[in-house]
């Protein structure tokens, strides 16, 4: 039997304690929707790059309908380029992708170019009443992303971001994750790329591995990352499926260092609650453990499961 979760309250009051100075936002939740830990569920956050989850779904919703071929074919031009995370900015114009390859590399290595070229094929317009058909309220696109300061819109030069909550992430993702949304070919397509994401510093970090070095749980995630910004949303097929989403903001990180520190704390945080309302056994003898979280002994805190 596992010891009872921590309180949100307590809960967040250990982040503190290790030195967490940021606010954050976590929901957890079985796939019927059913909550089953919550924490500020409905503070919105800058979306970063969660925002491709709803854009991800939409264009499988689009491919479903018919009204985008996978197998069809989009050309790079030089202008498409954006900086931040992803690799299509370090290749070559001319480069012509399938519309299957850009969601691909949208998610699972955040690509902002292959986002941008999505959003252009979806329309700006266009996502935001899907998301407001869906009821995803807290979400919203405002604009492409990383673009130079002469090509934003209106809404961005005056500042706004796109924004999202831990609520509306999970609602989405349980809608996936049960089939509710797309077909089972598309919905295994979508689960599929979210399990090839590369970024596993949050809710993959700490799951446990095998004695072949591969995890033992499957993790259907988007991460997200701005400075002071670390989230992670998706699904974790523990023995009890979980739909999850940590968003968080105001910490001391920069973007994508090696020595960050923040993520470790959240990550080592998190595992724990994850793991028991997962339902998820301690590791048989073929299995290898995770190592503690470091630093271990600061970690090892009272009434975790």
């Not at 009443?129 to 009821?135: I, N, S, V």
């Not at 056994?281 to 453990?289: C, D, E, F, K, T």
């Amino acid at each position: 039997m596992t010891a009872p979760a921590l309180t949100p309250a307590a809960w967040a009051a250990t982040l503190r304690a290790h030195g967490y100075s940021g606010e954050v936002g976590l929901l957890v939740s079985d796939l019927t929707g059913r909550e089953l830990y919550a924490l500020n569920p409905d503070r919105v956050f800058p979306a970063a790059s969660t925002i491709k989850v709803p854009l991800l779904v939409m264009a499988l919703e689009e491919a479903q309908a018919g009204r985008l071929d996978l197998r069809g074919r989009v050309t790079l031009r030089a202008g498409d380029r954006v900086p931040g995370s992803g690799v299509l900015h370090e290749l070559e114009a001319g480069l012509t992708l399938t519309w299957q390859d850009v969601l691909t590399l949208m998610v699972i290595v955040s690509d902002n170019t292959a986002t941008n070229l999505l959003i252009g094929r979806l329309g700006l317009d266009q996502v935001g009443g899907w998301l407001e058909a869906r009821g995803l309220g807290d979400t919203r696109l405002v604009g492409p992303l990383q673009l130079p300061p002469e090509r934003r819109n209106a809404a961005q030069r005056r500042g706004e971001r796109n924004r999202t909550s831990a609520r509306d992430q999970v609602a989405l993702l349980a809608a996936l994750a049960r089939g509710d949304l797309l077909d089972p070919g598309h919905t295994a397509l979508a689960l599929s790329i979210l399990e090839r994401q590369q970024l596993r510093d949050l809710l993959g970090r700490h799951v446990p591995r095998g004695a072949d070095g591969e995890p033992l749980y499957r993790v259907a995630s988007k991460s997200g990352e701005l400075g002071g910004v670390h989230h992670d949303v998706g699904v974790l097929f523990t023995p009890r499926p979980l739909v999850v989403a940590l968003l968080s903001e105001g910490g001391l990180d920069p973007r994508e260092h090696p020595d960050n520190r923040d993520v470790g704390l959240l990550a080592a945080c998190l595992w724990p609650l994850l793991a028991g309302l997962g339902e998820v056994l301690a590791p048989g003898p073929g299995s290898r453990p995770v190592p503690a979280p470091h630093p271990a002994p600061e970690l090892a805190f009272q009434g975790d499961i």
